[in-house]
């Protein structure tokens, strides 16, 4: 397994990393396990969830228990206030097993939080920071120019942001904006929210940037085999490899 740094944090993340916002969807809580514990034993240490899929998320935490200090953890809040988001992570930390997460992640649509505002997220994120209860944190959003807005502010330390081979012209500008300012870019639907069905071929396109980590969200064994499969044998970047990811992205753009 590849390791790469996730912009500021500084943390080593693997290449590969480990959604766990469907894991509530698994066959059984036995199975959530097996899927978890075999994404750590093929090397992957970084695993994303959120607090508004809580089954999935104490899933997550149920399964890393005894392996806390070894991986990353990563979750986030929808929330609008900073009592509802002091009470969403003091949920997380209980749910996960932990006094801190590594990563914790706003997740919001137009609404960018600022220091010194009056609703307060941004300075209370600071303080949380401050007294170790998250060691990073960073901007989840599906739309373009708040992503672009944090990315240029310097404020967050990640962006989480939908990137796969079917993502328009402006995504990778935004990959690009990432690497100028150094916030680790986090991609959520590497396989296009349903789209595409080709793993492997999915996962070389994303392969090709060095800067970002896909997020696999993953609720089956198939899933996890493929893709621990395809990481380790990834296809050739070839003309037709090249020629297949054109014809897919020209299909949908």
Known sequence: MDYIRLGKTDLLISRIAFGGMRLDEAESADDAFTLVRKAYDAGINFYDTSRKTPESEKLLGD?????????L????????????IKQNLEDS???LHGDYVDL??????KFLPEPGRADGIYDFL????????????????????????AVESDLYETLQFPFSMVSPESTFELVKLCEVHDVGF?????????????????????SQFESVIPI???????Q?????????HPPVIDEKFNSDVDNIRNFFN
């Open 186 to 206: 986090i991609a959520m639907q590497p396989l296009g929210g349903g789209l595409i069905d080709n793993i492997p071929l999915a996962l070389g396109f994303l």
């Open 216 to 222: 696999w969200g993953v609720k089956s064994q198939e």
């Open 126 to 149: 600071l303080e949380a920071k401050k007294e170790g209860k998250i060691r990073h944190f960073g901007l989840i959003t599906t739309n373009f120019d708040t992503a672009k807005k």
């Open 104 to 109: 914790y992640q706003f997740e919001t649509d």
């Open 63 to 71: 399964s890393l228990f005894d392996y806390r200090g070894n991986v």
């Open 93 to 95: 930390l209980m749910t």
């Open 224 to 232: 996890i085999d493929q893709i621990l499969y395809f990481n380790e």
């Open 73 to 84: 953890l990563s979750t986030s809040t929808t929330a609008k206030t900073c009592e509802e």
